[in-house]
T-cell receptor, first 111, second 112 residues
Framework: DQQVKQNSPSLSVQEGRISILNCDYT??????FLWYKKYPAEGPTFLIS?????DKNEDGRFTVFLNKSAKHLSLHIVPSQPGDSAVYFC??????????FGTGTRLQVFP | DSGVTQTPKHLITATGQRVTLRCSPR?????VYWYQQSLDQGLQFLIQ???????AKGNILERFSAQQFPDLHSELNLSSLELGDSALYFC???????????FGPGTRLTVL
């Protein structure tokens, strides 16, 4: 039972444009959401997070939006850069420390 | 560099064998987490230790076990290995609680 879903396995965006990565979840008890970025042969790197009491969190080029009623969150990257090309994982926490991960979306930013 | 180290980087072994994966957390971090990533899958939580004690358990097989030592490094033991155990195994560490987890580079296990 996949509690965190990333339905788009890949996304291709031109440099300078906006990248929007989506994530859906089924467990309404999740209280904290995170995005991780992963390059090949490396472990995931924390990118940005949002608490369930907020609907938006921004950090530089990265913004995460949370829609609790739709059980949906998204990561916006503006402007996209070639160095952003990586696999992005959405993750959620429910009152514990363990993270529940989605299957990832591979982002490719082309010139 | 996250500050979390994992050894070995690659491991190739045969079915039925036993292996030990090692993780050293970031300096000061008390929590260690183990995750498994199979092909085209997300990371699956296996187990968490906090300051030497088991804190949370995920879908960890009975053939797998872990421990955290007094110096806070952790080992994940995988026994009676099967082909399906081939995966990337990641260790992460954090201060605990709501602090974000920092991941090591992973150990790629191949069972032949």
């Amino acid at each position: 039972d996949q509690q965190v879903k990333q339905n788009s396995p890949s996304l291709s965006v031109q440099e300078g444009r906006i990248s929007i990565l989506n994530c859906d979840y089924t467990n309404s008890m999740f209280d904290y959401f995170l995005w991780y970025k992963k390059y090949p042969a490396e472990g995931p790197t924390f990118l940005i997070s949002i608490s369930s009491i907020k609907d938006k969190n921004e950090d530089g080029r990265f913004t995460v939006f949370l829609n609790k009623s739709a059980k949906h969150l998204s990561l916006h990257i503006v402007p996209s850069q070639p160095g952003d090309s990586a696999v992005y994982f959405c993750a959620a926490k429910e009152n514990t420390d363990k993270l529940i991960f989605g299957t990832g979306t591979r982002l490719q930013v082309f010139p | 560099d996250s500050g979390v180290t994992q050894t070995p980087k690659h491991l190739i072994t045969a079915t039925g064998q036993r292996v030990t994966l090692r993780c050293s957390p970031r300096s000061g971090d008390l929590s260690v987490y183990w995750y498994q990533q199979s092909l085209d899958q997300g990371l699956q939580f296996l187990i968490q230790y906090y300051n030497g004690e088991e804190r949370a358990k995920g879908n960890i097989l009975e053939r797998f076990s872990a421990q955290q030592f007094p110096d806070l490094h952790s080992e994940l033991n995988l026994s009676s290995l099967e082909l399906g155990d081939s995966a990337l195994y990641f260790c992460a560490s954090s201060l605990g609680g709501d602090f974000e987890q920092f991941f090591g580079p992973g150990t790629r296990l191949t069972v032949l």
